[in-house]
């Protein structure tokens, strides 16, 4: 009997993802929690797995993949579904690339923009960053609510990683500030999701995952709330930034592209 996939994660919409295409599939896997609030994600064994020290990842060890990690929310969902499930990937053809474009639209724009979202409304001060975040999000759900009044799916005729990745941020609507009678067929789409039995069982692995992140709040000092919300990196100066880009045009003119 072969090795049991391990599923590294937290209750974040990026692991609700994957926890759904792994229930989609059926297939064995183990569960390790990463303790983000209290830091864990910086520890040196982590990021040997996930060199930004970001979840989801996973670990395949009988799959194509071997022992290698495979980290990046989108990769993941690529390579379960190549791998176990090519009924949500299209192995070729126009069905593939529409499933791939959407795909991409979430890992490019929906996710970036609502965690900044979340980040910035948290924070004080911070109206205008969290007003920039909300547009985003108005204008992505518009072009949500546009796609699948054309469609069933968002790659199309059949269900596929493009919609697990998307719902699980989209199923916020209403934390987000928006009316959902605004968006009918987005509604639609997410019942038809939620009517699936695999939403049910990877909600509840997010779940569990959910209260170990409240304890792990609760408890966390204030140089780990510092480190969750990426403070302890230090940007670069002015001063090294401006001799940094001094650097790149001396290169360039001594290459001749000045």
Excluded: C
Excluded at 102 to 120: C, E, I, K, T
């Amino acid at each position: 009997m072969g090795q049991p996939l391990t599923f590294y994660g937290m209750s974040s919409p990026n692991a609700r993802k994957v926890a759904i295409l792994l229930e989609e599939i059926g297939l064995p896997y183990r569960t390790e929690h990463v303790a983000v609030f209290r830091g864990r994600q910086f520890d040196e064994s982590f990021l040997a797995l996930s060199p930004m020290a970001k979840v989801p990842v996973i670990v395949d060890p009988d799959g194509p993949a071997g022992a290698q990690p495979i980290f990046e929310s989108g990769a993941i969902l690529i390579y379960l579904a190549e791998t176990y499930a090519p009924q949500f990937y299209p192995a070729a053809g126009p069905a593939r690339w529409a499933v791939l474009k959407w795909l991409m639209l979430q890992m490019s724009q929906v996710g970036p923009v609502f965690g900044q979202h979340s980040h910035y409304r948290l924070l004080e001060g911070q109206d205008y960053a969290a007003g920039r975040a909300r547009r985003g999000m108005a204008q992505i759900f518009a072009a949500l609510e546009r796609r699948l009044g054309e469609v069933e799916w968002l790659g199309g005729e059949a269900y596929s990683i493009a919609d697990m990745a998307t719902y699980p941020w989209a199923k916020r609507l209403k934390r987000y500030g928006l009316d959902p009678a605004e968006y009918p067929n987005l509604t639609a789409w997410r019942a038809a999701i939620e009517a699936r039995p695999a939403i049910a069982r990877a909600h509840r692995v997010i779940a569990a995952w959910a209260q170990q992140d409240t304890a792990d709040r609760a408890a966390a000092t204030m140089q780990e709330n510092e480190m969750f919300q990426g403070l302890h990196i230090r940007a670069p100066s002015a001063q090294a930034a401006a001799a940094h880009n001094g650097q790149i045009e001396s290169e360039r003119e001594r290459k001749g592209h000045g």
